[in-house]
């Protein structure tokens, strides 16, 4: 196999004028961690208030819910992006289309939106099965106690909720993180497209998406050792 | 705002658009549900053989994998199997390796990851004491695995690996950053020769949506006629 490696590469100046690889790669990287944490929030809150709306006693609620989730979960990811990059745009009025389109970091703003509603719809699945999964006597003695249904959901069950649902919301946290890399095609520089971009620059294929691999196994792990702390914090004293 | 709307380019470009691209679309996830089904079986029961070493290899491949987002996979694989095909073969340079059969590798290969998970939950669901009857029957594990419990589990894991297909089936998608023609490719290359993004990446959408949704609904269906038999 002729394959010449050369892990010094990372030192070298990159192409682009400013600094090495590795900056190229951290740039990236930076970029990754940006997008997740942005997208998270949307994601977060989003999928809440969907959650929320699938367990309330209202029929409309419900099916507004299921009907976001649904829409959500059954078109690829990749095509929701470009939905939301190429698309939306065409459809606003034509003033504010254009005005969208030239803005700086466009890709940038498209993806935190699109990964947050994308995430927003598994995010929900997730407090509902949360919220299923506890006794119904709490409702009901949230209610008892003069809650209104407002309070009861933020006092008692979402509280309860979030803490049966941590292990599977990191999984979407990672899942969100993971999934920042789809928006390399509508031109985001995150660490896949670094990666990318340093193989073609530099040829070397190899070192360029080890790193890349370590860079994501590290913030996997990070999140895992975060998400494992703060399961510790929230947990109630005296439970399981 | 829908005033220039243009749905004779949809009309115009079907045969491309089915014909070629949601022919790739399925082949591939066939070929790759299949192959990620067998090498998810064979990594699931290695992570479970209790022999350390191979349990700590599929362990460390399945977590590998998932820690890992599918676009830079596909990437690895697309450089990597010419080099990996040139050194089964002992051949000095890289061997040419289509687009598609290196998609197919890394479909494969990246669902195995995730379809030995669900396997190895299906196999830790059916109770020990079943294994162990078989065994005290004087069965090797082979035939434990082979006549009792893969049977059965597989029978539990049916609904999951099905939703797992329909997540593979909108992963395919992301062969775009390879440029191959699946349905989404295929979509694309119209929208883009015509200028046509609006009208083509809708029509792409709604055509996901409806195979996903009519798919995901079969599988419930389905989940609640097996989950009657426990």
């Known amino acids: ?240 | 705002m829908f005033g220039h709307f243009d749905l004779s380019v949809v009309a115009d470009s079907l045969p491309y658009l089915f014909g070629e691209g949601m022919v790739f679309t399925l082949t591939l996830t066939a070929l790759a549900a299949g192959g990620g089904l067998v090498l998810g079986t064979g990594l699931a029961l290695l992570r479970l053989s209790g022999v350390p070493g191979l349990t700590h290899a599929a362990k460390l491949y399945v977590e590998l994998m998932r820690s890992l987002p599918l676009v830079l996979v596909i990437f690895w694989f697309y450089f990597l199997v010419p080099y990996l095909g040139a050194w089964a073969i002992g051949a000095d340079t890289p061997i040419r390796v289509g687009a598609f059969a290196s998609a197919l590798v890394t479909f494969t290969l990246f669902e195995a990851a995730y379809f030995s998970e669900i396997v190895r939950a299906g196999i830790q669901s059916i109770p020990k004491g079943q294994s162990a009857a078989a065994r005290a029957l004087g069965m090797s594990y082979a035939q434990v695995m082979r006549l009792v419990v893969l049977p059965q589990a597989f029978r539990n894991m049916v609904p999951l690996l099905l939703t797992q297909t329909i997540v593979l089936f909108q992963d395919t998608s992301l062969v775009y950053v390879l440029s191959l023609t699946d349905f989404l490719g295929a979509a694309s290359k119209v929208a883009q020769r015509d200028g046509r993004l609006v009208e083509m990446y809708l029509f792409a959408a709604l055509v996901y949506f409806a195979v996903c949704f009519a798919a995901s609904l079969l599988v419930r269906r389905l989940q609640a006629r097996t989950a009657i038999v426990r």
């Open chain 1, 1 to 240: 196999m002729n394959y010449t490696w050369n892990w010094g590469i990372f030192l070298e100046p990159s192409p682009e004028g400013a600094g090495t690889y590795a900056d190229m790669l951290l740039s990236g990287l930076a970029w990754t961690v940006v997008t997740a944490l942005c997208s998270w929030v949307i994601a977060f809150t989003l999928g809440s208030v969907v959650g929320v709306m699938r367990t309330l006693p209202s029929r409309t609620a419900n099916a507004i819910g299921a009907a976001y989730v649904e829409g959500f979960r059954n078109v690829p990811l990749l095509v929701q992006m470009f939905l939301w990059y190429f698309v939306l745009p065409e459809l606003l009025p034509a003033r504010l289309g254009s005005a969208v389109k030239q803005m700086p970091d466009a890709p940038f703003y498209t993806a935190v939106l699109c990964l947050g509603f994308f995430t927003a719809a598994r995010v929900a699945e997730q407090v509902r099965a949360g919220i299923r999964a506890l006794p119904r006597g709490q409702a009901q003695a949230g209610l008892a106690l003069g809650l209104t249904w407002a309070q009861t959901y933020r006092a008692v069950l979402l509280p309860n909720a979030y803490r049966i649902i941590l292990p599977p919301l990191t999984s979407e946290f990672l899942n969100n993180l993971k999934n920042t890399s789809v928006a390399l095609t509508i031109g985001l520089l995150e660490l896949t497209a670094r990666a990318r971009s340093m193989q073609e620059f530099s040829f070397q294929v190899f070192e360029a998406f080890t790193a890349a691999t370590l860079l994501y196994v590290a913030l996997n792990l990070v999140v895992i050792a975060g998400a494992t702390l703060l399961e510790r914090r929230v947990a109630v004293p005296g439970g399981r």
